[in-house]
């Protein structure tokens, strides 16, 4: 492992047990157990409980083995690629895919992926937008509560996750890609629904306002 994947991983590291200290206690003030995902870093490609995946994929949670998969490449990608650099961007991804692990312990995934099977493709999509938003809430609740505690956030450092939250919107995504936007196939919401939802959790640590199912997007 070079001197930079060695560096990342550590990084990796410290954000998971941050995100470890936010939510064992918000579990226990709801009466449930926080079990913590496993990490799992790859470089190219990893078999996964759901399937085998690439280095394209970026970061993913897999519920089926609530492991959280991160290619170590990512993070220069976020940061070349997207135009999203800093050590706050790569803590929000991060938080974001430990937020479907919350969904996944709360049932919210299992729901979410039976009420799929019933409904047209548009209507699936825009299910599966609603998960990632509220997983961008979550990450923002990470956000909040370990800044209360250890006073995390510095000068610039909302900016950097929103910028990041922004630059992987489904708009940025597919405008970049294909040149032009198509709401009906998005997944993971715009640009502005990303950063509203981030900025809600960061703002209020209160999971109640990450209801983005009965929301108006």
């Known amino acids: 492992m070079s001197e930079a994947d060695k560096q990342a991983a550590e990084f990796i590291s410290v954000v998971l047990a941050?995100?470890?200290?936010?939510?064992?206690p918000l579990f226990r003030q709801m009466g449930r157990t926080y079990r913590e995902p496993t990490l799992v870093l790859f470089t190219g490609g990893v078999q996964s409980g759901?399937?085998?995946a690439s280095s394209a994929v970026g970061p993913f949670y897999c519920p089926a083995d609530q492991k959280l998969y991160i290619d170590l490449s990512?993070?220069?990608?976020?940061?070349?690629?997207?135009?999203a650099p800093g050590d706050f961007?790569?803590?929000?991804?991060?938080a974001h895919e430990v937020?479907?692990?919350?969904?996944?312990i709360l049932g919210i995934s299992q729901q979410?992926?039976?009420?799929?099977?019933r409904v047209s493709k548009t209507d699936a999509n825009q299910m599966q937008v609603r998960m990632e938003l509220q997983a961008d809430c979550y990450a923002g609740?990470?956000?909040?509560h370990a800044n209360r505690a250890r006073h995390i956030l510095e000068q610039g450092d909302v900016a950097e996750a929103l910028n990041a939250a922004a630059a992987i919107g489904d708009d940025r995504m597919q405008q970049r890609s294909r040149g032009y936007v198509v709401p009906e196939s998005f997944t993971?919401?715009?640009?502005?629904?990303r950063v509203t939802w981030f900025k809600r959790g960061l703002q209020t640590g209160s999971m109640q306002q990450c209801d983005t199912f009965n929301a108006r997007l």
């Open 188 to 193: 993971h919401g715009s640009s502005q629904q």
């Open 50 to 52: 759901c399937g085998q």
């Open 18 to 24: 941050s995100t470890e200290d936010v939510w064992h």
């Open 74 to 83: 990512f993070f220069k990608e976020l940061a070349h690629r997207h135009g």
């Open 141 to 144: 609740i990470w956000a909040h």
């Open 99 to 104: 937020g479907h692990h919350v969904q996944t």
């Open 89 to 94: 961007a790569q803590a929000y991804v991060i």
């Open 112 to 117: 979410v992926v039976q009420a799929q099977r």
